[in-house]
């Protein structure tokens, strides 16, 4: 039924009435395509950032963006490599990290250095993250979406270091870098003004609503994927999985291949 302001009066309860006219307006948005100016991609470990827009992140970079990458963990846990030392693995893993942002055509890549594996929601962590996006001045932030707990489907259940990435993330962004009295000594002693960041684009395995058509690039982020060699010594199951959920998000808006995300525009 198609519910009118006439209609409002017959609605006996008004939080179902509204609730459904969000609805209905959530279900018309349609988001202006747009290329950012300044992208901050932030991950948990190296290749997440990759794993999830890199194929958008080329396509931007290859219009002019500037595009920086955030790994908040040093990736000192995940290696089965008995001989592996923790300072050869986070190394390792940084060196990886910078090879594929290289092929993406990001500008610079920087590193937080959090524990792997135990990355928490913490007064530190969001104040660093505030911190880069004060410096950097994004228009554009992209992360992984906090709230995907796990995917029955894929049998997946998120790594606790991606949710906490994007939930310290959201934060940071909104209010934190916003308001000069979060964090005053980002402006007193570091002279880091506030700064509103004007799209979120989160990245979500089982929702979306929002796509970019990375036909043009998917190949280059399967090649960012396989720079990170310590990840991934065998890219064929990577690269067959990611073409296949590309063209999957792609027949959604017509393209050939698709990143997708659950698009947020700040109000200003
Ligand atoms: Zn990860």
């Not at 609730?19 to 100016?37: C, G, H, Q, S």
């Not at 993406?104 to 007064?123: Q, R, W």
């Not at 880069?132 to 606790?160: E, K, L």
Request: proline share 4%; net charge negative.
């Amino acid at each position: 039924m198609a519910l009118t302001i006439a209609s409002f009066s017959k609605v006996s309860c008004k939080v179902c009435y509204l609730a459904n006219l969000r609805y209905a307006i959530d279900a018309m948005t349609v988001f202006e395509p747009y290329i950012p100016k300044i992208v901050l991609a932030i991950g948990a470990h190296a290749d997440d950032i990759d794993f999830g827009a890199a194929g958008s992140l080329a396509v931007w970079s290859g219009h002019g963006a500037e595009i920086h990458y955030l790994v908040l963990t040093d990736g000192s846990k995940g290696t089965s490599d008995q001989a592996m030392t923790t300072e050869q693995l986070v190394a390792t893993r940084q060196a990886e990290q910078h090879e594929a942002s290289q092929l993406i055509g990001a500008k610079d890549v920087h590193f937080l250095a959090y524990e792997d594996s135990m990355l928490e929601v913490t007064h530190d962590l969001k104040k660093d993250i505030c911190r880069v996006i004060r410096q950097i001045r994004p228009d554009t932030v992209v992360v992984m979406d906090p709230t995907v707990v796990y995917v029955a489907d894929q049998g997946m259940i998120n790594h606790p270091d991606h949710r906490a990435a994007g939930q310290a993330t959201l934060d940071a962004v909104y209010p934190l870098a916003r308001d000069h009295l979060s964090f005053p000594d980002l402006v007193q002693a570091e002279h880091l003004d506030p700064h509103k960041v004007e799209h979120l684009l989160l990245i979500n395995p089982e929702k979306q609503n929002y796509y970019i058509d990375i036909t043009s690039t998917l190949e280059r982020k399967i090649e960012a994927l396989g720079c990170h060699h310590s990840q991934f010594p065998d890219m064929t199951h990577i690269a067959d999985f990611l073409r296949q959920q590309a063209a999957t998000l792609g027949s959604k808006t017509g393209s050939q291949y698709a990143e997708g995300f659950v698009r947020i525009d700040c109000p200003a």
